[in-house]
C-alpha cells in the first residue's frame, strides 16, 4: 500500500474478483469475517502511508468508523458489500484528511484528465492561490498542473492506440485533444515518437515509455510526489 487512493481500490478490486462463492451460512459468516479482517489490515496500511507523504497533516476523526456501518447487518452478498465498503472507506478518508491542494488537483486530473483544463478555476474550487498553487504542484510533481495532464493524456493514448482497430483521430479526441494534429505534436514532444511507432513498441519498450519518458511510476494513473516534506 502506497497511499495512492486509486492503487488501494485496485487492489480491493482485484481482491473482491478472487473471493470464493459461500456455500452456506455458516461459510458467508467465516468469508465475511476473513474479508473484515483483511480490508481493515490494508485500509491502516494505505491510511499511514497517506501520512508518510504528508506528515502532521491532520484527520478530523478515523476512517475506519466506516466498516461497522457497511458490515453490520446487511443481506449483501460479501463482494457487493466490499465495493460498498471501498467506496465509502475512500470518500471517507479524501473527506476527513487535509492534504494539500496540490495533492487534491492531481487526484482530480487522474480522474478527469480528458476535460479542459482551468487552473484559475481549480484554484479556486480548492481553495489555493493560483500562483501558489502552480508553485506548490511544481515542486512536489517534478511538472507543471498541464504537464501532469499532458503525460496522462498520453499514457492512457499511447494504450488505446495499441488496441486492434484503433484510429489515431478517435484515440486523440477520446482523451482530450481536439485534433490529431494536437495529439501528434504533444507525443512527438514528450516522447520523441510518432503514433505509428508507439503502435509498434516491444512490451518492454512500452513499460519503459510509460515509466521513464512519461513520468509514470508504473503502478497506476498518478504520479508519486518528489518529496514528502
Not at 492503487?7 to 456455500?23: H, I, M, N, S, W
Not at 456501518?69 to 458489500?81: D, F, I, L, N
Not at 510509460?210 to 516534506?229: I, K, Q, W
Request: contains cysteine; hydrophobic residues 35%.
Amino acid at each position: 500500500m502506497d497511499g495512492d487512493r486509486n492503487t488501494f481500490a485496485r487492489g480491493v478490486e482485484q481482491f473482491r474478483d478472487e473471493l470464493p462463492a459461500a456455500r452456506s451460512a455458516v461459510e458467508r459468516r467465516v468469508l465475511d469475517d476473513c474479508v473484515i479482517a483483511t480490508v481493515t489490515r490494508a485500509a491502516h496500511a494505505c491510511h499511514d502511508a497517506s501520512h508518510q507523504h504528508f506528515p502532521g497533516w491532520p484527520c478530523t476523526h478515523s476512517v475506519f468508523s466506516v466498516s461497522p456501518e457497511v458490515w453490520k447487518g446487511s443481506h449483501e452478498e460479501p463482494r457487493a458489500r466490499l465495493t460498498r465498503w471501498v467506496h465509502e472507506y475512500l470518500h471517507t478518508l479524501e473527506r476527513d484528511h487535509g492534504w494539500p491542494a496540490h495533492w487534491k488537483i492531481a487526484r482530480h486530473l487522474d480522474q478527469y484528465f480528458r476535460e479542459p483544463l482551468h487552473i484559475g478555476r481549480l484554484a479556486h474550487a480548492f481553495g489555493r492561490g493560483r500562483t501558489v498553487l502552480m508553485r506548490d504542484f511544481r515542486r512536489a510533481f517534478g511538472l507543471t498542473i498541464a504537464g501532469y495532464q499532458t503525460r496522462l493524456r498520453l499514457r492512457h493514448a499511447v494504450i488505446d492506440l495499441r488496441r486492434p482497430g484503433s484510429n489515431v483521430e478517435a484515440v486523440a479526441r477520446l482523451v482530450g485533444y481536439k485534433s490529431p494534429k494536437n495529439f501528434y505534436a504533444a507525443l512527438k514532444a514528450e516522447t520523441g515518437l510518432t503514433p505509428s511507432e508507439a503502435r509498434s513498441l516491444t512490451e518492454a519498450q512500452l513499460r519503459r515509455l510509460l515509466d521513464v519518458e512519461l513520468g509514470m511510476n508504473g503502478t497506476g494513473t498518478g504520479f508519486e510526489p518528489r518529496s514528502r516534506a
